[in-house]
């Protein structure tokens, strides 16, 4: 069973939004064994998208639409739907009753182009959505199945889970699709595969390893596609273990969690607690900490302590180590993590100070030079980087270093 | 001039990762005049990838190619490159001494698969990639240039600023094309375009209005094309000032910013000062402040008070009012707010408390209850916000509503 997605709007195209929504969707259908064999983006353009809707329609099952759908004059999908599948267009109840409850709840007054939003092509189904006006369509043509959603991300995330996922998995028998990550850090990409060359080379056709290398990480992708999952996942599992056993010492972690989730589980099998003081990450690392449910139980909390003087003031750095070394230096970073395990009565400490950039850097101290600091109550690591001029790159890698140094000290205190 | 950008890998359609290289790719291909005509993901599958590159070459004069190029098995690109344009193989001097260098740097030994990261297509041309070990390569067949990029961010941005973008421009006379975007909140997409309903009207065929819809903002983003630059900025200013004249009042700020950064503009022509104190929101608000370069001259920092403990201890929180009212109520958030003012000695301050989820939600305080309190020296306002059960979007809706509950009270003290 394929699906394929295709995005319509130029905000995609001119780079204005990033397509968060198409990478959801893959991961859901996956789950359920529907394999994504093409995403598109194309523009609010007929011709563009009745091409990419009739490509589509040779290569996969399910085709999967999102975006404009909005109730202005740039969105044509619905236009360009009906004249894909040679269809007037009908006012639908259900939709409208929708329409009218969402501006009701809202104590707004129904506009004319709100009620059109209820127009639809005569020979769909309407799957209603209840978080937003533009109604979800259902088409079927040439035993092909077609969904126009919406664009904004949480209205297509319900009508996903809520009503296109159980549909598709009640109709058709889906073959399973079984995947399996082993998380991997201080190793690169090379020498990974290097390490791991044998088992690679003896495994079946009908399951695939795939190196997903990001920030200092390596993940490991097995997948294996076939009828009888239980079978699937017991041989999946088998060269999972030699590969954990070939590469121990560099493995975090056998599933398909982010560091920072892997850090916090074991920190937890463990009762221990982290804070964090930050200064060029800016509450980062407290965000990638605080994306995970359950973290509350781990993570206390921090410093964002981007001033001086909150440096002093919330983490006890001294205005001497300050003034003297500056601070983004060893000193001062220790002293952050050390004043947060002080101050906020955790077991470990994180601290980041360094220059994001693009300004501020000097001769000694270039964009991109960070200093991190992980402290337990009875040691603490410092460590300097030097990373890129540019400032986000700088954001994320400093983050991901601080994620791996915290880890290697929980490693070394087992 | 049309470009079309294809990414390889099968991470991207099993939803392991978001595509943020193409909006980024899309966004410096349209400041130079380039419009990307689609965007494409294929799996690590040659005869798909085939099918690509054939469908982008009928329709784009430049197509430019990320992903598939690590030296491990699953990377195909090169080889398929090879085979769409007829080509063999050879070793590249410049791209191996370029991957020798790196290796030297890092002090690793340099194994067989990485010397083979030097082996391109014979008839491309290598484009020297200074940040990691695949080369970059520039074919050109039928009047169409195809260029093969590394698929980790960092690699593809340098290569694409200092070496792809400026060969474009200097081989092309390019069209021009004008963007000018204003940022609106607090009305929604429907009740703008009925505002602006005769303005958009009047557009003439090649200047075109997008609505861009998210979270509680709504940016409006004229777009003109044509061969005269001046003119067309001339034109797009008369139209934007009329959109502005007629819906001023939600217009946040006619630039193409986020609303954070506009927040941050706002705050620095004045020289107020800023801090944050997160609860629920666990650092985001301070991430997307602190993404923007100079806003250590707005922003101090702030606390990341997830516990109890750090509720009192940073932010002076009082016991009672947490065992009383719970740490999500409007005591405890205002507390959090004005705690933030005296202790970080800021201007303004924003404090959140919430239930994010999945968990931890009550009959009286549902997942998603959110209070929001916003701080200056004379002044507190706080709001609840009963958002959905979904994690990360509560994250995202209680940032967007704190920064527009912010940029009120800023606009109010006017």
Redesign the interface.
């Known amino acids: 069973m394929l699906a394929e997605i295709i995005t319509i709007g130029?905000?995609?195209?001119?780079?204005?939004?990033?397509?968060?929504n198409?990478?959801?969707?893959?991961?859901?259908?996956?789950l359920i064994g529907v394999?994504?064999?093409?995403?598109?983006?194309?523009?609010?353009d007929e011709q563009?998208i009745l091409e990419?809707l009739a490509?589509a329609e040779k290569r996969a099952d399910i085709i999967l639409i999102t975006g404009g759908l909005?109730?202005?004059?740039?969105d044509i999908t619905k236009k360009t739907l009906a004249k894909y599948f040679n269809m007037g267009f009908r006012n639908d109840a259900g939709a409208l009753e929708m329409v009218r409850q969402i501006f009701e709840k809202y104590k707004?007054p129904l506009?004319d182009?709100?009620i059109q939003q209820a127009d639809v092509p005569d020979g769909c189904e309407v799957i209603v959505n209840r978080n937003g006006?533009a109604p979800c369509m259902w088409f079927e043509q040439n035993d092909r199945i077609f969904v126009s959603m919406p664009g904004?991300?949480?209205e297509m995330?319900y009508l996903m889970d809520d009503e296109i996922l159980p549909r598709i998995t009640s109709r058709f028998k889906l073959p399973s699709i079984v995947?399996k990550t082993i998380l991997t850090a201080n190793i690169?990409?090379?020498?990974l595969?290097?390490e791991i060359e044998e088992i690679?080379d003896s495994l079946p056709p009908h399951i695939?390893?795939?190196?997903?290398?990001?920030l200092g990480q390596v993940?490991l992708?097995l997948?294996a596609k076939g009828n009888d999952e239980a079978k699937l996942k017991a041989e999946v599992e088998v060269y999972a273990k030699q590969i954990i056993a070939k590469v121990n010492q560099f493995v975090v972690i056998d599933e398909?969690i982010a560091l920072e989730k892997a850090i916090l589980n074991i920190m937890k099998e463990k009762g221990l607690t982290l804070?964090?003081a930050?200064s060029?990450?800016?509450?980062?690392?407290?965000?990638l900490?605080?994306?995970h449910?359950?973290?509350?139980s781990v993570?206390?909390?921090?410093?964002?302590?981007?001033?001086y003087?909150?440096k002093e003031?919330?983490l006890g750095v001294k205005e001497s180590t300050l003034s003297t070394f500056g601070a983004v230096s060893e000193q001062t970073v220790t002293e952050m993590a050390e004043g947060a395990i002080k101050?906020?009565?955790t077991d470990y400490a994180i601290a980041v100070s360094g220059i994001?950039?693009?300004?501020g850097g000097t001769e000694d101290k270039p964009v991109g030079t960070v200093w991190i600091a992980i402290s337990s109550k009875h040691k603490t690591v410092a460590k300097v980087f030097n990373f890129?001029n540019?400032?986000?790159?700088n954001?994320e890698r400093s983050a991901a270093s601080a994620l791996t140094m915290l880890l290697n000290l929980l490693k070394e205190a087992v």
């Open positions: 130029d905000e995609i195209l001119i780079g204005q939004i990033v397509d968060t198409s990478a959801w969707m893959a991961k859901q259908l996956n394999s994504v064999k093409q995403i598109t983006s194309v523009s609010d563009h990419a490509q909005g109730p202005t004059k740039d707004r506009l182009v709100n006006t904004v991300p949480y995330m995947h690169g990409e090379s020498f595969a290097k690679e695939k390893l795939a190196y997903l290398p990001k993940r992708r997948s398909d804070s964090t930050e060029c990450t800016g509450g980062y690392i407290a965000h900490i605080t994306q449910p359950g973290c509350s993570y206390w909390g921090g410093a964002v302590a981007y001033a003087e909150l003031s919330i101050h906020f009565k994001a950039g693009p300004d890129s540019k400032r986000i790159q954001i």
